[in-house]
C-alpha cells in the first residue's frame, strides 16, 4: 500500500474523530480490508483467465475431434468408393469370361478347353 493510500485513510480517520491509538486501529483495519479485496479481486482475476484457458482448450479438442472425425468420414468413403470400384472390376471380369464362353461355344469349341467339338456324324 502506498504512502498517498495510507494518508487518505489516516485523513479518513482524523475526520470520523479517532485519534492516537483508535486512529492506528483504524488505518489498520481499513489497510486489512483494502488488502483482502485486492486478494479477493486478484483471485478472481486468475479464475476468470484459468476459465479462459480451459474454454480454449475445450474449443482445441473439440476442433481436433472434429477434424480427426471429419478424415475418418473421408478415409471410409475412399475405402467405399475403392470397394465399390474393385466389386465393378470383378462384375466386369466375369460378364467377359461368360461373353467368351458363349462365343466359345457358338464356336463350338469346348469352353474349358478352347478345342472344337468333333462334328456330330449321322450315324452308319
Do not use: C, W
Not at 486478484?42 to 477434424?67: A, D, P, T, V
Not at 475405402?79 to 467377359?96: F, G, H, S, V
Not at 461373353?99 to 462334328?119: C, D, F, S, V, Y
Amino acid at each position: 500500500m502506498s504512502v498517498k493510500e495510507l494518508k487518505a485513510i489516516s485523513d479518513i480517520g482524523i475526520t470520523l474523530g479517532y485519534t492516537g491509538d483508535e486512529l492506528k486501529q483504524f488505518v489498520n483495519d481499513e489497510k486489512m480490508t483494502i488488502d483482502r479485496e485486492r486478494e479477493k479481486e486478484i483471485k478472481k482475476q486468475r479464475e476468470m483467465e484459468e476459465n479462459e484457458k480451459q474454454r480454449k482448450f475445450e474449443l482445441e479438442k473439440l476442433k481436433i475431434k472434429s477434424e480427426t472425425k471429419q478424415k475418418e468420414m473421408e478415409a471410409k468413403q475412399k475405402e467405399m468408393e475403392l470397394n465399390a470400384q474393385t466389386e465393378k472390376e470383378k462384375a466386369d471380369a466375369l460378364t467377359k469370361q461368360i461373353e467368351m464362353e458363349i462365343e466359345k461355344e457358338q464356336e463350338g469349341q469346348h469352353p474349358l478347353t478352347g478345342q472344337r467339338a468333333p462334328p456330330i456324324s449321322g450315324g452308319t
